[in-house]
């Protein structure tokens, strides 16, 4: 898919919050407040935050699932963080995840493999890997090129040495997360419809595996640090997570974004200056036809950030 997608600044204030695309979201939803549950520490649900977020789907006519985790203190903060959106290219951050856990597991050479491909194997939006096929490129390469602009020739490739869309459904069970799944290729896993449950996750399931992988024990400490490298390498998410939050923050992210009920959506690690890291996962979709803005998502981020800092 394509990640770079220019903010839309102009909105249209809607009165009500009622979001077309929200009540159509069929299986997998809950209230539409998150539940305050946490399995770390104590769950942060403000009664603000979710007066704020909620306004915030009613002037951009959206849905919006969001959580944020304090990995020092264990505090959550979120609103429908329980309900299912598609992962879109977000799923490429766990990805490269699977593919470190089993470099490091049982494949100690495969980051070095040069793996070839064929021109039929390519899709769009792969601006590094396409034509490349027949001098190939090694996987830690083809890692580099999907967390960095989001080359989706990559992920696919990526995606096969770990046994396909399956494999990465298998991972996420590794992890303990009953939830996401990974059932097409890209670009096919792009074409979702509200209340599908292929290729989806919710904010506060997937905030928690990249809590497993950028900071906890799902990976060693190399390989943690390698994860979070190729996210801070990430060009496509400048206007959302990244946005929302103070300039002296450092942030890994991976975007994901469809075109189809202008979906996007950011999962990030973000260091300040003193104290743990955040972990924040944001999904977002509007009415079929309206246009993507990212300010969104970077909004939601700097509520989110205030929300749980303020309860820190």
Not at 99 to 117: E, F, G, M, Q, T
Request: hydrophobic share 40%; with cysteine; net charge positive.
């Amino acid at each position: 898919m394509r990640e770079a997608v220019s903010t839309k600044l102009g909105v249209t204030v809607v009165a009500g919050a009622l979001l077309v695309a929200g009540t159509a979201c069929g299986a997998g939803t809950v209230s539409a407040a998150s539940r305050p549950a946490s399995r770390n520490g104590t769950s942060v649900a403000p009664g603000g935050l979710q007066q704020e977020l909620r306004s915030l789907e009613g002037s951009y006519q959206a849905r919006i699932g969001a959580f944020a985790l304090d990995t020092g203190s264990g505090k959550t903060s979120g609103y429908r963080m329980d309900e299912r959106f598609p992962l879109l290219s977000t799923s490429k951050a766990m990805t490269g995840a699977a593919i470190l856990n089993k470099a490091r597991r049982s494949d100690p050479a495969l980051l070095d493999r040069v793996i070839h491909w064929t021109a039929d194997e390519e899709v769009a939006n792969s601006p590094i890997t396409a034509g490349h096929g027949t001098t190939g490129m090694t996987v830690a390469h083809l890692a580099e090129a999907a967390f960095t602009v989001s080359d989706n020739t990559a992920a696919n490739l990526l995606l096969k040495q770990i046994g396909a869309p399956a494999g990465l459904t298998r991972y996420f069970r590794s992890l303990h997360d009953p939830i996401s799944r990974l059932d097409r290729w890209e670009t096919d896993l792009n074409n979702w419809r509200p209340g599908e449950q292929r290729d989806t996750t919710t904010a506060a399931v997937i905030g928690r595996d990249l809590r497993q992988v950028t900071v906890g024990a799902a990976l060693t400490a190399a390989d943690r640090e390698r994860l979070n490298g190729w996210l801070r390498s990430c060009t496509t998410g400048t206007e959302r997570i990244r946005a929302g939050l103070p300039k002296d923050w450092t942030v890994g992210d991976k975007t994901g974004t469809a075109s189809t009920y202008a979906t996007a959506n950011d999962i990030a690690i973000a260091w300040p200056p003193h104290g743990a890291p955040l972990i924040i996962a944001i999904y977002t979709n509007r009415t079929n036809g309206a246009p993507i803005d990212n300010k969104l998502i970077s909004t939601t981020a700097s509520l989110l950030v205030r929300s749980l800092t303020k309860t820190s």
